[in-house]
């Protein structure tokens, strides 16, 4: 209920006067990354279950960019075999990254953390595709592809459009499984947003090659005379080379 309210911007379902305890949740250790017990999967959930409150919108303190990343890193740094908790794991990364971008969109996180959110994504494509080939019905085996591609056309360095790939192919399986009107809406949506970040590339491939075709004329007597200097050093290289390259081949030959 935390997670879909935040997904869908709706309100939480609050429990007034539940007297239970809160569930006992194991410390964290960011370094080396933590493996999650295979015997109750169910409770390792309680892990995430703090980091997922504290990104209430409406809450009295929201967090700030050190904050988020320090919580973005502390997911990074589960490590789980069980699928279910795998996409609860990376939905959880998605939601802290799209938080993170919203509140600094001209500032990108570092290159190591942006490896992390792309390998846990990777990690959470592979474990859709298991629960559909397994038939295990999970809410998240839908959302958390489409939010992969999203995310992926967001980042848009050449590792995370490698992952597109991937990612469709991940949809396309959910949709083969559950082929309802919302996966076909989502697939066709993905589809789309892909067409149009590729449409965007080939207008600014356009707009490079137009300022390279303007000043080709002025350009080209520079670089001639740079080949020019660059060929007698080569040719003397090579010449050079084969000096050296001669006797060993006479020795092969004898």
Sequence with gaps: ????????????????????????????????????PPRAPRAELFHLLPLSENL???????????????????????????????????????????????????????SILIDRVLALAGRGLRAARGMVASSCPWHQVANVPFQVVCSLLAIDNRAALALLADAMRTLREVLAAYDTPSMREAYSTAYLLIALHQR???????????????????????????????????????????????????????
């Design 56 to 110: 209430d919108p409406t809450g009295p303190s929201p967090q700030d960019l050190p904050e988020l990343e320090t919580a973005l890193a502390s997911v990074l740094d589960l490590l789980y075999s069980e699928p279910s908790l795998i996409l609860v794991q990376c939905n959880l990364m998605l939601c802290i990254y799209r938080r993170l971008r919203a509140l600094n969109p001209h500032g990108p996180l570092s």
């Design 200 to 254: 965007r590339k080939e207008d600014d491939t356009r707009a490079l090659a137009e300022v390279l075709r303007v000043n080709a004329a002025a350009a080209a007597p520079a670089v001639d005379q740079k080949d020019r200097q660059i060929a007698p050093t080569a040719l003397a290289n090579q010449s050079e080379r084969q000096q050296q390259v001669a006797p060993d081949v006479l020795v092969s030959d004898a």
């Design 1 to 36: 209920n935390t997670w879909i309210s935040f997904d869908l911007g709706r309100s939480r379902v609050v429990l007034h006067g539940a007297a239970a305890p809160s569930p006992t949740i194991t410390p964290q250790s960011r370094n080396p990354p933590q493996q999650a």
